[in-house]
């Protein structure tokens, strides 16, 4: 077999593709998460503690000295990216507990399996057996 059939063999698996295509909306919705907490959410929190933006919060531990740039701490992107995850994270959160309700709910559709021939004749007998002492 080929090398360019054994990779195309791979590729095109279904777990593979699944993957792929997993990994682009995951980028995908990671932007748009990233847009709602810079454009929509922090907004309206920086102006609650005196109209700052996260972005802006730095701590300078070495000041420009001629061509040499400073040396600067953002730790307000950090912050930015910290609220990020946890919304991503939860929104995920949700996602999967919605998923796995709606699982719950085909497994519980499903028709019990019928009983086996030795589970229906155990049962008559046990009814037999109730009759019998019901007479006595």
Known sequence: ?????????????????????????????GKIVSSLVANIIMPPLGL???????????????????ATPAVVMEYGIFLQT?????????AIFIA???M??????KEVEKPAPAPSAEEVLL????DLL???????
């Open 96 to 98: 999967i507990k919605l």
């Open 48 to 66: 609650l503690i005196g109209g700052v933006d996260f972005k802006q919060f730095s701590l300078v531990l070495r000041p420009a000295q001629g």
């Open 1 to 29: 077999m080929s090398f360019f059939k054994e990779f195309r063999d791979f590729a095109m698996r279904g777990n593979v593709v699944d993957l792929a295509v997993g990994v682009i909306i995951g980028a995908a919705f």
């Open 130 to 136: 109730k009759q019998q002492n019901s007479k006595i």
């Open 100 to 105: 796995n309700k709606l699982y719950q709910k």
């Open 123 to 126: 049962s008559e007998i046990r």
């Open 82 to 90: 910290i609220f990020d995850f946890a919304i991503i994270a939860f």
